[in-house]
C-alpha cells in the first residue's frame, strides 16, 4: 500500500517568514495529493490540494508543488501568522477511495 | 466545501457499555464513508472503510466485532463502540469523499472518554 512521510515533524517561524513542510510517498499511482489543516481538538480542513497532471497551485499565502518523478510534494506558506499555528498533514491518494495520511507536522508562529 | 456532521460531539460512558457515534454527509451521497481513531498529538489511523449496503472494510488490527459499522443509507455511517474500555478512549473522526477522487471532508470528530 501507500506509504506517506512528513517532515519535520515540529516547526517554529517567525511571523512574517515562509514554512516549508515536505512529503514523500510511495505509491507511483498516487494522483491526489490534498493538505489539511487542523487546529487543536478540530477536524481536519482541506487548505488546499494538487493532482498528478499539475506541478505547482498558488491559493493567496498557499501554495503546494509536486514532482511526480521524486514522488515528493511540498506545502509552502509565506508571510506566516499566528493564525497558520496548527498541526498540518499531507496526504496521498491513488486508486483507492481512502486518503494514506503523513505523520503531521506542528506549525509554531512566533509572533 | 461539502459539509459532513458528527454526532455526539463527545461522550462520557461507563467500562462495559456501547456508544454509537453518527457520521452524516449534510449536502451530498456518500457511497463510502471512512472512520478513524486519533491520538493525542498524533496522526489520523484509518480504522475502517464503511460502504453503502454491505458490509465495512476494516484496517489491519482493527477488531470488526468491537467497533461496529453500519451504512444504511447514502448519507449516515455508524460506528458503535461495543464494550467500551479506558483504551477505547480516543477522537473518533469520520470522513467522506465529495464525488469518486472528489476532496475528502472530515466531521467534527467525537471525543470518547471510557471511566
Known amino acids: 500500500g501507500e506509504n506517506v512521510e512528513q517532515h519535520p515533524s515540529t516547526l517554529s517561524v517567525q511571523e512574517g517568514d515562509s514554512a516549508v513542510i515536505k512529503c514523500t510517498y510511495s505509491?507511483?499511482?498516487?494522483?491526489?495529493f490534498p493538505w489539511y489543516k487542523q487546529e487543536l481538538g478540530k477536524r481536519p480542513q482541506l487548505i488546499i490540494d494538487?493532482?498528478?497532471?499539475?506541478g505547482e497551485k498558488k491559493d493567496q499565502r498557499i501554495a503546494v508543488t509536486l514532482n511526480k518523478t521524486a514522488k515528493h510534494f511540498s506545502l509552502h506558506i509565506t508571510e506566516t501568522q499566528p493564525e497558520d499555528s496548527a498541526v498540518y498533514f499531507c496526504?496521498?491518494?491513488?486508486?483507492?477511495?481512502?486518503?494514506?495520511f503523513g505523520t503531521g507536522t506542528r506549525l509554531t508562529v512566533i509572533p | 466545501g461539502a459539509v459532513v456532521s458528527q454526532h455526539p460531539s463527545w461522550v462520557i460512558c461507563k467500562s462495559g457499555t456501547s456508544v454509537k457515534i453518527e457520521c452524516r454527509s449534510l449536502d451530498f451521497q456518500a457511497t463510502t464513508m471512512f472512520w478513524y481513531r486519533q491520538f493525542p498529538k498524533q496522526s489520523l489511523m484509518l480504522m475502517a472503510t464503511s460502504n453503502e449496503g454491505s458490509k465495512a472494510t476494516y484496517e489491519q488490527g482493527v477488531e470488526k466485532d468491537k467497533f461496529l459499522i453500519n451504512h444504511a443509507s447514502l448519507t449516515l455511517s455508524t460506528l458503535t463502540v461495543t464494550s467500551a474500555h479506558p483504551e477505547d478512549s480516543s477522537f473518533y473522526i469520520c470522513?467522506?469523499?465529495?464525488?469518486?477522487?472528489?476532496?475528502?471532508?472530515f466531521g467534527p470528530g467525537t471525543r470518547l472518554t471510557v471511566l
Open positions: 494538487i493532482r498528478s497532471n499539475v
Open positions: 505509491d507511483s499511482a498516487s494522483n491526489y
Open positions: 496526504a496521498a491518494s491513488g486508486g483507492a477511495n481512502n486518503l494514506f
Open positions: 470522513s467522506a469523499r465529495d464525488g469518486a477522487g472528489g476532496p475528502m471532508f
